[in-house]
Structure formats: structure tokens, C-alpha cells
């Protein structure tokens, strides 16, 4: 009996390759741009078999010039074409700021609204395994400091899949970051390319206690945490945000306003990170509403370091999480780690994450 | 002289004398306060523009740098909504939010300046590159000054387009001035620009930047050869801007100019240089001359009549 499209598994690296695949097949302007997009490792699998199947004048690698191709891009989404590009790094994309920011940003803007820039850049971002302090960082919230930029943060298949739909058709630049840890994951995705609506979380569980506000991989700790505290009589609200910029923030609000309790998971540095973002307009806004004060996890303020005898605690993971949330309930801690046991070693998802990048 | 030569001087000349005295008019005006944003003119540069202008058909695309106003006039924008963007009202070609260093005529392919110095450079290399992949025979010219070739970006936008053969020009205006640095203190003397564009696969070839006609008859060839396929060029113009680096003024007083160096270009003035060694009908010369101020005062009219934006339109278009 053939799968049905419900019952059909791909991970979240092939949910991107397919979503690519099937919006270059339906729209001809749908460019494929990136160091690596042509090799035989095809970005983690994102790229595999593109350009066999749509040549090289719509699918190629590229030289090793971030700000020039992010330019070149701009440039031929100005002219009607929509290129998605890949960075096998976020780091890397810091060469292309000024074409990012002086040039994808405000070209709609600053030209009174008669170009639009359908551009859609794919940063893979990590954590662990050795990445160290030039291959980890999770610069999101400096992207969605930008007006005019959409920032797309993705933590299942089937959302890489139909996130990615949604940024490719959106006719305003969009980053969109892919977590390293996540690619190898795989769920149901469904056949048909229906893109998501940016801008809207998405409720990955649902209780009255406490609300956790997560995005990207931290969602799936989020979710190992929750799990666990269900079983200690603690109901949380999972709330994956899923897009950046623009934020859903009426999501927020409801569940910051239904549960009165606020932990909010960030992936990146603790200053000036979305989770102050997060924090600061629940307060001002609906402090009344809160039975405790909100709380954050972030990364310390520290760059990443390399060594394993550095890592250990410095990420956020689904132990601290729950711990967090059962002393915001006031509860005892007492078999947390008995019950969410950290990876070993502390620097990959699983041990199936076997490296080298 | 031949009619056909006679025209061709004609349309070059008109073209600089119109350049040239909107921006003496805005340089007349600025003192009034109205125009609230920097200007950076043109003024002893407008002969590789005008060369464009004869070549350019409105398919092909251009962008240019903060000092684009001969550009985007050469291009075919409209007169009257540049002056009112430069006057920040709504009827300007780029609704108010972007005044003199952001002009854009989308309807004659002038897609854009920018006010970061090398900034369009590969934003003109993707619109060449995308005139590429939908096969449309048009160019993509890329107005940039010696400042910006030494930005790591144009290395790397120039890589890309001889890489790809991509059916772009390079029109590089080389002034000897960033901001108020001569080529000297920035470029060790024996190296050339038209040098490096060669080393990076672009051809390349230097003009004098004053002189309109050899300006003209550069560009028509190349822009002909990449027409035909041949990929991306690099002309340099060798030229000189005679008012300040920003704002309307003469700023010879500051001293970064070596002794004499002003009065030499002055000199060599573009339009005065045509003027001495063509034939031209004072008549005609009076009728254009009259034609241009009708048309600028009318610009300048339009531009002060125009409404500011409403306050309420602040936050429209910055998604699309």
C-alpha cells in the first residue's frame, strides 16, 4: 500500500531540499546561489540533485565572496529573479552586513516602496562539537534588529519545509536559520508544497502553569523539559515562535496572560537577545497579569569555546529547563537529573551526532 | 563636420549643459535651507554620463553612488521628482525617504544609489546578472569613483561578473578624491586601476573622463562589444570634480588640492573643452540653453509645491 502523505518521514534536511526543489519546479525565477550548493555534500544534504535537475545558470556554487553575492542577489531580485542562498555558517555571512543591511534591507524602503527584494538567505547555525567561537554564534536577534529584514527560525521538518516555502514566496528579504542539530531530524512531512504563514508561533504544548517561549533546536529541549514536568504536576504552554521578525506577539501575550508565569529560551548571548526582547514587553505591558517575575536561559556572554572541558553547562539544555521552570513553581529540583539525563559528552544532541562539522 | 557628427555633439553637450545647470541651480538654492539633506554634485564630471545617455536604451539597467545626479538624469529619471526628493516632499522619485544620495527611475531601469561607497557595485552586477539568465539584450552599467575600487566588494563583484560573463559596465570616475585623500595617499603610484580590473578578468581601458566625445566613443564601442556578448568592461574616466566633496560650495581654501590643481581642471572643463573645439549655432546653444531653464524652473516649482510626506506614511513600505 503506497505511504500516504500523512504517514510520509523526512528529516529536516530533506524537508529543505524538497521545499527548494518543488518552488523551483512551480516558479522558473527561483534561483539556488551558495558556496557548496553544487558539491557532493550539497550543504547537508539541502542542495543534493538541484542542479541536476534545474542547471547551472540557476543552481550554482559560487566564488568565496559573502558581501558581493549578497549584493549580486539583491541585485537580481531587483530585477525579478529570487535567489535563495546558503551559508554553510552564520559566521561567514558577517563579510555581507553591508549588503544585508544598507542594501536588502532598505531598497523597498528607501526607494518609496517601488522595488521589492524577494531574497531568501539560509544560515546554518550550531552549537557543540568543537564549533568553537567562529562556527556557533546564533545572531538572530542582531538580524532582527534590522527593519526590513524577516528572520525564520525553524524547528521541525515539516516547518523547515513550509517555512522555507513561505520565505522563498515573500517578496521581502528573509533569513532563515537552520540549526545544525536539527538536520538530522526527521517527522512527517507532507507532499504538497504549502508554505506557512511567517509571523505565526505555533503551540507545541499546552498547559496553564507556566509559559515557555523557545525557537529553533531549543524547542525540542523545551519539549524534553515539558514532558518531564507534566509528570511532576507542572502544565506548561511550549510556545516555538518559529519567526523572529516579524514576532507573534498576541501569542505571547495570550499565554504570558493565561498561565501569569514567563521563561523564555534563547539560543544566542543573554544581552540584547530576543529573550530581552520577549521579557521587557511582557513586563511593560501586561505586568499586572504575572503571578512571578519572568526569567531567561540564554548563552552566557561568553564567546563558544572549543574544548569539551569548556562546554560542559554552557548550553542550554532540557535539565536546566525544567529545573528553572520548578523553581519558578516553587518546586523541588530534587530528580530532575535523574529524569533528563545530559547527553555525554555534553557537546552533541545525541550520540548518534558523530561530526566532523 | 559631418550632420551626423554635428548631432552627436549636439546631444553631448546638451546633455552636460542640462547636468550641469540643475546642479548650479541646486548649488544657487541650497543656501535657502529647503533642500535638507547632503548634496554631492557633479559638476566638472558630467561627460561620462552624458556619453551613457547617448548609448543607454531604457531596457538597460544603471546604479550609481552618492554623487548620482548627472546618472540618474543621463538615464532618463525625471527632472522634476529628483529636485523634490531632493527636497524630501512626496512627489519625489523616491517618496521622501531617501533624498539625494537614494534617486531611482524604475520606469527607465536607474535602479537605484547608494550612499555607502561601493555599495551598488554588486547590486549592478545581479541586475546584469539576471539581464543574463533571462537572456535580454541589455547592459548593466555600474557607476563607481576610485574610492570604491578600494573596496574589498568591487574585487569580488568584478571576480563574479568576468567569472560569468555578465553584461555589465564599470563606469569608474576616477576624481583622485575620497572625500579629501588623493589617489596618492591610497594607492601606491604605479599601480592602475584599469590594471587591476584587467588582472581580475575584466577588460579595461582608460579615457579622458573630460573629454565628451572620446568619452562617448569609448563607451558606444563597449557597451557594443558587451552587447554582442563579449562580458563585462571597465572604462576609467580620468576626471575631476570642481565643487566640493559635499554640499554646494568651492572648497579649493581647505588646501588638499595640490597648488594649481583646481585651476588646471578648470581649464579642462568638460563642456567649455567641447564648446572650444566643436561647431556650434549660438542659436541653437541659446534655444537648448533657454529649452533646460524652462524645464528647471519648472522642476524647481513642482518640488516646492509638492507636499511633504503625511507623518502617517512613516511606517508604509517597510515590508513589501
Given amino acids: 500500500m503506497p505511504e500516504s502523505n500523512d504517514d510520509r518521514v523526512l528529516t529536516f534536511a530533506a524537508a529543505i531540499n524538497e521545499a527548494t526543489e518543488q518552488a523551483m519546479a512551480a516558479d522558473p525565477t527561483v534561483l539556488c546561489i551558495g558556496l557548496g550548493a553544487t558539491d557532493p555534500g550539497g550543504v547537508f544534504g539541502t542542495t543534493k540533485g538541484l542542479v541536476e535537475k534545474f542547471g547551472s545558470s540557476r543552481v550554482f556554487d559560487g566564488p568565496t565572496s559573502e558581501n558581493a553575492m549578497t549584493g549580486i542577489a539583491v541585485g537580481a531580485a531587483l530585477a525579478g529573479l529570487k535567489p535563495v542562498m546558503t551559508h554553510q555558517r552564520l559566521d561567514f555571512f558577517l563579510l555581507a552586513m553591508d549588503q544585508l543591511i544598507n542594501s536588502a534591507a532598505k531598497w523597498h524602503y528607501m526607494f518609496g516602496g517601488q522595488f521589492q527584494v524577494p531574497l531568501t538567505i539560509r544560515l546554518v547555525i550550531g552549537r557543540g562539537w568543537g564549533q568553537g567561537p567562529t562556527h556557533s554564534q546564533n545572531l538572530q536577534a542582531w538580524f532582527a534588529h534590522i527593519p526590513g529584514l524577516k528572520v525564520v527560525v525553524p524547528s521541525s521538518p515539516v516547518d523547515a519545509k513550509q517555512l522555507l516555502l513561505a520565505s522563498i514566496h515573500d517578496p521581502n528579504p528573509v533569513l532563515f536559520l537552520e540549526h545544525r542539530w536539527l538536520h538530522n531530524i526527521a517527522d512527517h512531512v507532507p507532499v504538497e508544497a504549502t508554505p506557512a504563514q511567517l509571523g505565526k508561533a505555533r503551540l507545541a504544548r499546552i498547559g496553564d502553569d507556566l509559559t515557555i517561549v523557545a525557537s529553533g533546536y531549543l524547542t525540542l529541549e523545551a519539549i524534553r523539559a515539558v514532558d518531564y514536568l507534566s509528570t511532576r504536576g507542572v502544565a506548561c504552554d511550549v510556545l516555538d515562535l518559529r519567526t523572529l521578525h516579524p514576532l507573534d506577539w498576541p501569542a505571547v501575550h495570550a499565554s504570558a496572560s493565561k498561565t501569569g508565569r514567563l521563561l523564555v529560551l534563547d539560543s544566542g548571548a543573554l544581552t540584547g537577545s530576543i529573550s530581552g526582547e520577549i521579557v521587557a514587553r511582557v513586563a511593560s505591558e501586561q505586568f499586572s497579569e504575572l503571578r512571578s517575575p519572568p526569567r531567561r536561559l540564554a548563552q552566557p556572554d561568553i564567546p563558544e569555546p572549543t574544548s569539551l572541558g569548556l562546554i560542559q553547562g554552557f548550553h542550554v539544555r532540557s535539565q536546566q529547563i525544567a529545573s528553572e521552570a520548578l523553581d519558578i513553581m516553587g518546586l523541588s529540583l530534587a530528580d530532575v537529573a535523574e529524569h533528563l539525563v545530559a547527553p555525554e559528552p555534553a557537546d552533541a544532541p545525541g550520540d548518534w551526532f558523530r561530526g566532523p562539522f | ?320
Avoid at chain 2, 187 to 201: D, N, T, W, Y
Fill in chain 2, 1 to 320: 563636420m559631418t550632420t551626423a557628427e554635428s548631432s552627436t555633439d549636439q546631444r553631448l553637450l546638451a546633455s552636460m549643459l542640462r547636468i550641469r545647470m540643475v546642479e548650479q541651480t541646486i548649488a544657487d538654492r541650497y543656501s535657502e535651507q529647503e533642500m535638507r539633506c547632503p548634496v554631492h554634485l557633479s559638476i566638472g564630471q558630467e561627460a561620462p554620463a552624458a556619453a551613457m545617455s547617448l548609448v543607454a536604451e531604457p531596457a538597460d539597467y544603471a546604479v550609481s553612488t552618492h554623487r548620482g545626479h548627472a546618472h540618474y538624469l543621463a538615464k532618463g529619471g525625471d527632472l522634476s521628482r529628483m529636485i523634490a526628493e531632493i527636497y524630501g516632499k512626496v512627489g519625489g522619485c523616491s517618496r521622501g525617504r531617501g533624498g539625494s544620495m537614494h534617486l531611482a527611475d524604475p520606469s527607465v531601469g536607474f535602479m537605484g544609489t547608494s550612499a555607502i561607497v561601493g555599495n551598488s557595485i554588486p547590486v549592478g552586477v545581479g541586475l546584469g546578472m539576471a539581464l543574463q539568465i533571462k537572456a535580454q539584450p541589455n547592459v548593466s552599467f555600474v557607476f563607481l569613483g576610485d574610492g570604491a575600487t578600494e573596496e574589498g566588494v568591487f574585487y569580488e563583484s568584478a571576480n563574479f561578473a568576468a567569472l560569468r560573463k555578465l553584461p555589465v559596465i564599470f563606469m569608474c570616475e576616477n576624481n583622485q578624491y575620497s572625500v579629501y585623500s588623493n589617489l596618492e595617499e591610497r594607492q601606491p603610484a604605479s599601480r592602475r586601476i584599469v590594471e587591476v580590473a584587467r588582472a581580475l578578468g575584466v577588460p579595461a581601458l582608460e579615457v579622458d573622463g573630460n573629454d565628451a566625445r572620446a568619452s562617448h566613443v569609448t563607451v558606444a564601442n563597449v557597451v557594443a562589444q558587451t552587447r554582442a556578448g563579449a562580458g563585462p568592461a571597465l572604462i576609467e574616466f580620468e576626471t575631476h570634480r570642481l565643487r566640493e566633496h559635499c554640499g554646494p560650495n568651492w572648497d579649493d581654501e581647505l588646501g588638499y588640492r595640490k597648488p594649481g590643481e583646481l585651476a588646471s581642471w578648470l581649464k579642462r572643463d568638460p563642456i567649455k573643452a567641447l564648446l572650444d573645439s566643436g561647431t556650434f549655432d549660438p542659436e541653437w546653444i541659446e534655444s537648448t540653453t533657454a529649452d533646460i531653464r524652462t524645464e528647471i524652473d519648472a522642476a524647481f516649482r513642482f518640488a516646492k509645491n509638492s507636499p511633504y510626506p503625511d507623518p502617517a506614511e512613516l511606517a508604509e513600505d517597510v515590508y513589501a
